[in-house]
């Protein structure tokens, strides 16, 4: 079976003091009336993580960073390495969300560095693809996020790739509002599994956890995860407060 995951990326919000009393409430909520079978990530900004981890049960809440450096070490000022965030406990980090392609120049060759340095630190990349509004118009979404994972991510030997988590994040519905319709999501999801299947076989298609992302928050969450193939969420603005977290987190039950 693969692993139900609700991931918070809290992206570039809350100062450490106010990052310490979100984990604290989010790690009392798990611990209160979290679904053991749903693992709960949280990614805060960097100068969190040492903090946070030191709050949370990590055999309840896992902690994972929004970004790791291209290269391992060295002159590069301002950058935190895999080998630091794999240093503070974290287990997971974000790779290749929208906002930091778009605004950071985070390319597929930059990608694939990062996630080569990940990997080889024992982190779990939680890699982000999806669709700007005018591929979606265009109908041509499923073709964009496939060349996305043919660029990057299949790459990869399959030993590899059995260690990510991918979340389908389309664009227009990032902070938006607008989420994805359930269809929408399940469709995207379905194809994004059958390409896995093509690519490394269906056993490991079928292991391969593929969470949505975009506008998800406590009233939508239970449709999207009801889909077969949508196994969690990675959450941002509804992230950002513990009681939408854990209803989100939630959202599988019955
Ligand atoms: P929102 O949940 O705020 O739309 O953000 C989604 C996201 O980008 C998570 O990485």
Redesign the pocket.
Known sequence: MRKKIVAG?WKCNTTVQGGLELAKDVMAKVAESGDPEVQVVVCPPFVHITGVVSIVDGNQVKVGAQNCAAEPKGAFTGEVSAEMVKSTGADYVILG?SERREYYADNSAVLNKKLALALANGLTPIYCCGEPLAIREAGTQNEYVKKQFEETIFQLSEEDFRKLVIAY?PIW???TGKTASSAQAQEMHAFLRSAIAEKFGDEVAQATSILY????NASNAKELFANPDVDGG?????SLDAVSFLAIVNGFRA
């Open positions: 990326n969300h994040e519905a990032i902070g992302g975009g506008s998800c990675l959450i941002g603005g509804a």
